[in-house]
């Protein structure tokens, strides 16, 4: 699953998760927990880097094996860098969460 999936998926299934992720810059271990509808990030420093695409076809196919957690924006920065395919917009905490309520939480409700 992507970063925005997997915040998303807890939402849409009524359930409290554990998201454990690795930076693909540095390896670095990303953990998120959601309880009750709130979000601990055990590093405040973490980010969501959400890459545009210009491909077609089902975004699980396109563009969500790059989009990723990172440790910190600066280490988010430098994968995107790295690769000009993959730039695109690093999302704070709140926004990266508000995007995956916004396209999950409702997948599941009548």
Sequence with gaps: MCAIDALGVA???GVDVEITSNDPYTGHAV????????STWQLSTTVVVVPASTAKGASADCCCSAI???ASRQTAEAWSTADPELHGEILDQPPAERLG??????????
């Design 31 to 38: 953990t998120v927990h959601q309880v009750g509808g709130a």
């Design 68 to 70: 990723n957690f990172f």
């Design 11 to 13: 939402e849409m299934l």
């Design 101 to 110: 309520r916004r396209i999950f939480c409702s997948l599941l409700r009548e």
